[in-house]
């Protein structure tokens, strides 16, 4: 559903797991920080509200968007128990072919991630026309993606542990 239509940190509590017991890695971009900074607020926030103790949340910074995928891998490889990764950055389009690179590269490679450990990795990725959009998913007008990616990261694990 498009942003427009729906509130990012639009929820049904009752809907969301307990993350009581749960160790979730951040990784987040440092680049147009002062947008990751408040999705990284949002996830974090939202983490502590079901249940997440304060260190059992793993959070590391990679310079920018591109770098999300090796942060997370690193994160998954080196982190003892791991049960979610959220990956948390902004791209904002811009004049030249870098935006399209960047975003599908991203996309791609927590895919990748996804099919290739067994724990989920959530895409918590702006890809945005202009800083104004960015802004208001990072906790203006269309809620909070760090807040969703928290409530995704949630669930995700819900349904893994489901099958195990």
Known sequence: MATELHNLSSYNASDVP?????RIGIV???????VTTKLLEGAYET???????PEDIIIDSVPGSFELTYGAKLLIEKVDILHAV??????????????????????????????????PV????????????????????????????AITALKM???????R
Request: charged share 20%; aromatic share 8%.
């Open 18 to 22: 307990d993350g009581t017991g749960k």
């Open 47 to 53: 983490l502590l509200k079901f249940g997440v103790k």
């Open 86 to 119: 959220i990956a948390l950055g902004c791209v904002i389009q811009g004049e030249t072919p870098h935006f399209t690179y960047v975003c599908q590269s991203v996309t791609q490679g927590i895919t990748e991630l996804n099919l290739k450990y067994n724990i």
């Open 157 to 163: 694990i819900a349904l893994n542990e489901k099958y």
């Open 122 to 149: 959530i895409f918590g990725l702006l890809t945005t026309n202009s800083l104004e959009q960015a802004k208001a998913r990072a906790g203006g007008r269309h809620g909070n993606k760090g807040d969703e990616a």
């Open 28 to 34: 987040v971009s440092e680049w147009n920080t002062n």
